[in-house]
């Protein structure tokens, strides 16, 4: 018997993968780990954090929330913190987006999100338009329907069976155009399965989802605004709502506060969770219109939306995305995502030099190379070469397969964030 419970760890092939680092302690962009490695959290640690490990601002605000009221049910109650947020909030998103329903992480925003969307025009009387478009190499996370949602992977496939089935139509990853043009002289047209999908089918369809501007666990890769907008256009056009799953994108990591303010466009729902508290605490938001509300202001019961997580609304996680909102406020934050994306900008133009980089892509604080391998995709040989070769020299970066990029915290400084380049560039050069 062991002195205790083995802790299975996520997305770790506890045979192939190497053993846990553990992590003592972790400030600004490091982990100190306890056999004394310092380790530079290239990505945020899943993405999560925006102004460093360990924030003070955002540590005091928990522990001050923790003295008065840690946590409440939100049926029936409310409280400070999530009141607060809500307001906060309001400052950031698109006027037309008035709700807010909270939930534990990313995943769950998406369910929420899916769910609203079916159920709003169930509650129409409209229940035959129930149906999802999703893209290819999209990612939504990991529970079952945020997975039905997402596009095949390693990830999804022994559960084919538990994924509902969705529309499947092109994404506008110009690298590997789905339709063999070239983005200089195209017009967007890997739009028009979508288009011919909503013209033969809208009466049947409930939603469009999306990874605005970046799909992430897919690849990183970055779409032209134009593909966003034509979706937009398409979803008014056809009575269908648009779900922006802005998990990653939001909180400034494309260089404004939602990737959909990049692109100009307003979504019908929008999907929060990661950086909202700044990397400290779990919580996910869906946002959505007053239309979409509407239809659940009834006088009739079965209208409600019968959806809530035991932890939805936690005091503390909202007073940490409080305390973040208010770093965004007083500090130079959006000075610090254009001094990344300036450097990102610089090294990969130089990285596009090697031969084995076939593509390089950036969105505000995101930089990614997309590496020539004949195994392309997650389970490429080339990821845990360079996983392991990073972390050996103290740098925490998990590409995705042959696509290594760089999503920091935004506290990160232009020498460390050139010390993460120099690794990479050492690693091609000496792994291939
Ligand atoms: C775009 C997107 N949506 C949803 C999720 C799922 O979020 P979580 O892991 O918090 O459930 C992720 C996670 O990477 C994501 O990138």
Redesign the pocket.
Known sequence: MHQSLRIWHPFTNSRLDLPPLQVERAEGVYLYTKDKKKILDAISS??VNLHGHGNPRIAAAIAEQAKKLEHVILAGFTHDAAEELARRLRKWVAPALTHLFFSD????A?EVALKMAVQHFSNEERGEKREIVALEHG????TAG?MSVSDDSPFTEPFAAMRYPVHRVHAAYCYRCPVGLERETCYIECAQQLETLLAERADKIAAVIV?PLLQ??GGMIVHPAEFLQKVRALCTQNDVLLIA?E??TGFGRTGKMFACDVAGVVPDLM?L??GITGGFL?M?VTLCTDRVEAAFRSEDRQHTFYHGHSYTGNALACAAANASLQIFEDEPVFDRLATIARIHAERLQELREFAVVGDTRQIGSIGALELRAEDAGYLSAMRPKLYQFFLERGVLLRPLGNVVYILPPYVISAGELHHVYDVIVEAIQTLF
């Open positions: 899943w993405w992480d990313g995943s769950t998406v990612y939504h996370g990991d945020a990874e992430g666990a799953d998990v990653l999907c969770s990661k779990p996910g």
